[in-house]
């Protein structure tokens, strides 16, 4: 079971839009996934057409079982949703004092995944240092501008020792454009082989969530599809 924060300070880099696409990829290529939403803007769920009663909040807040706030959305596609309360649970956890093994001890008894996600919120906090700590990789999904570069670089000071970044997901990738092409060369400078093939730019990626539909159920002959599908495959072959 794969444990995967999907994680970059900078916002905009298009990580909810990778944690969507990308888990529905994995799951029609008939691998097991869990997304958790672990930003406050409960994103996930909205894209995915769920009204949840019971959320990531209320999970670490001790008010329901883990099962009670694991939604089914897609074949073999498990989500657990977040909101707005999520932003409270940081003000709980501080008064405590392991205030980074929240998410380990609530999740503990997850069984059955071959993927788990965490979307990160775009900042350094507790419920970042949280996911940090339960998971084992990070994937950093980096759009095609500077300040991105520099969101990762806040990332590799921020990571525990024994977390590893496994894959750069350049996004926003326009091949017309030699700001895209500079920034990608850089990528594969410095990272090498943990780069992943680029998601282009693709206007049927930015569409489809308001139809609350994936971009595979949206429009499957999108590039946004096939460069969705692509990673996907990139990622079950390690």
Known sequence: MRKIAILNFKGGTGKTTT??????????????????????????????????????????????RLQDCIYHTREKLDIIPSDKKLALIEVRLAKKGEVDKAFSEKLRFLRGYDFIFLDC??????????????AKEVFIPVSMDYL????IKQVIESLPERIKITKIIPTFYDQRTKKSKEILEDLRSFFKDKVTTPI?????????????????????SSRGARDYWNLAKEIISG
């Open 200 to 220: 282009r730019v693709n206007v049927r990626l930015s569409e489809c969530s308001s139809f609350h539909k994936t971009i595979f159920e949206y429009d499957s």
């Open 121 to 134: 919120p775009p900042s350094m906090s507790i419920l970042n240092l949280n996911a940090l700590e339960y």
């Open 19 to 64: 944690a969507v696409n990308l888990s529905h990829a994995l799951a029609l290529r008939r691998q097991s996934v869990l997304v958790i939403d672990c930003d406050p803007q409960g994103s996930i769920a909205s894209w995915l057409g769920i009204h949840p009663t019971n959320t990531f909040f209320d999970l670490l807040a001790d008010k329901v």
């Open 148 to 151: 991105s570069l520099r969101g």
